[in-house]
């Protein structure tokens, strides 16, 4: 999906940024033109890509530019010639941040015109520069002596509601401890787990996520869930729970939000492809927030905490997959919480 500035001109299917191989700029000669005598265009590529900046250089200054990119075989091919701020500026230069999708991967030819002279660069968008896709395989066979155990670690500790996401299928998550959980949208269930033998729930941030039986966490308690990402990004849509105040990641960092302002926020971001084990413990009026065992934030929070949700926190629902999801109306220590990590022996 093309993602620029320029996007509401732009044809939202097509191809849209690409990826060289080895990510070197790449360009060929300029059709010969009597109006010009050395336009070019190169790419280059922002962290990495898939977004990728695309410079013409050496037309005439101030003139509209026409920019065709034609997509791998098969796909169709987008002309931008609508935009009237798409032009050379006063050195003859233009500049355009182009976006692609895994639809676009294979090559392509950018063509920048104005003024009559024609440059193009051949490119090669690649699947290996794009995040982890979020898987959507069948479900994977469960249990095992790891699973089991780690579920005998959870019930341990006495949670008031708790869900394994162990099932083939919705429309209800069956909780170990608690009521049932119902699938909002269309939830993929029996996906790998971080736990060896395990499954997961996996939510494409398209409207997917848990409603649960209300609950109401007050004085001191603790909330935790394994949780996977995927896609293009982490911000504020990826929450453990909510609705308001809610658990989410905005920036790719984990805060609590009361719902007009951060009680707590991260000292770190996290990162898509991986799973982090992720919980909430207040004791005494201030919530600490952990990841993978280790605190990462804290701030002061006396109102009880009401949650509805899994996977959805008021803006958005989650992109990525959810295991382990308990509540409880204590705390857990930092021992307790480093049992989990170890259990899953994925750090």
């Known amino acids: 999906m093309i993602r620029s500035a320029r996007r509401q001109v732009v044809c939202a299917a097509l191809v849209a940024a690409f990826v ?3 990510c ?6 300029p059709t010969a033109s009597p109006s010009s005598m050395s336009c070019a265009v190169e790419v280059s590529f922002i962290d990495g890509g898939p977004d990728v900046q695309i410079t013409g250089s050496g037309f005439r200054p101030d003139q509209p530019v026409t920019l065709t990119a034609h997509g791998p075989a098969g796909q169709a091919t987008l002309t931008q010639a609508t935009n009237p701020t798409l032009r050379t500026d006063i050195r ?3 500049l355009f941040v ?3 999708s895994r639809e676009d991967v294979g090559s392509g030819l950018i063509d920048l015109t104005a003024a009559g002279c024609t440059a193009s660069a051949t490119i090669v968008v690649l699947e290996s520069m794009f995040p982890p896709a979020c898987p959507t395989g069948d479900p994977i066979a469960s249990g095992g002596t790891e699973a089991d155990a780690y579920e005998d670690l959870i019930l341990g500790d006495g949670p008031i509601a708790y869900w394994r996401f162990e099932e083939d299928a919705g429309p209800l998550a069956i909780a170990t401890v608690g009521g049932a959980g119902a699938i909002q949208g269309d939830g ?3 996906q790998p787990g971080p736990i060896p033998g395990s499954r997961a729930l996996g939510l494409d941030g398209d409207g997917d996520w848990v409603n649960i039986v209300a609950l109401e966490l007050g004085v001191d308690f603790a909330i935790e ?3 996977w990402f995927c896609g293009d990004g982490i911000d504020a ?4 729970v909510g609705a308001e105040p809610n658990v989410n990641f905005h920036e790719a960092t984990v805060r609590l939000w009361d719902g007009a302002m951060d009680v707590a926020w991260a000292d770190r971001q996290v990162e898509v492809g991986r799973w982090y084990h992720v919980a909430v413990v207040r004791v005494d009026g201030e919530v600490v927030l952990y990841l993978d065992g280790k605190a990462v934030g804290s701030g002061p929070f006396e109102p009880t905490l009401p949650i509805t949700t899994i996977g959805f926190g008021g803006v958005g629902s989650l992109t990525g997959q ?3 999801v308990a509540f409880y109306d204590h705390a857990l220590s930092v021992a307790q919480l480093a049992e989990r990590v170890a259990a899953a022996g994925l750090h």
């Not at 070197?24 to 000669?29: M, Q, R, T």
Request: proline share 4%.
């Open 237 to 240: 849509s990826d929450a453990l």
């Open 92 to 94: 003859g230069v233009v």
């Open 225 to 227: 869930g394994w949780m």
């Open 98 to 100: 182009l976006g692609a």
């Open 322 to 324: 959810l295991d382990e």
């Open 24 to 29: 070197e700029p790449s360009s060929v000669a």
């Open 20 to 22: 060289a191989l080895a």
């Open 188 to 190: 993929v269930f029996g």
